[in-house]
Nanobody
Framework: VQLVESGGGLVQTGESLTLSCTASEFVFDGNAMIWVRQAPGKEREAVAGIGSDGSPHVETFMKGGVTVSSDNAKNTAFLQIHNVKPEDTAVYYC??????????????????WGQGTQVTVSS
């Protein structure tokens, strides 16, 4: 399975941004996925994801700031970031777990990873 993120770039504080994660195979229907970001000099942190039952999961510190969704017919998942802030500057990755019941915030549980898309927020 190959995952390709897109939609990153330079945005201004307060704008909204939609990232896409497109899979090479039909994986998102019935399988979990997660969005993870890594800011400069910091460790990777989970942001949001979709459970194997299709339920959305959003980290507490991101609630109200992101919306996660998927279009299974297009093998694509989305992360909408609302009202971006400079602290949202990071490389954003998506990952998928072919065998997972439910959802996990543990990054080691995810099997396939994309190469990331850079998001830079100017103040």
């Amino acid at each position: 399975v190959q995952l390709v993120e897109s939609g990153g770039g330079l945005v201004q504080t307060g704008e909204s941004l939609t990232l896409s994660c497109t899979a090479s195979e039909f994986v998102f229907d019935g399988n979990a996925m997660i969005w993870v970001r890594q800011a400069p000099g910091k460790e990777r942190e989970a942001v949001a994801g979709i459970g194997s039952d299709g339920s959305p999961h959003v980290e507490t510190f991101m609630k109200g700031g992101v919306t996660v969704s998927s279009d299974n017919a297009k093998n694509t998942a989305f992360l909408q970031i609302h009202n971006v802030k400079p602290e949202d500057t990071a490389v954003y990755y998506c990952a998928e777990a072919t065998v997972m019941n439910g959802f996990s915030w543990y990054l080691g549980a995810w099997t396939y990873w994309g190469q990331g898309t850079q998001v830079t927020v100017s103040s």
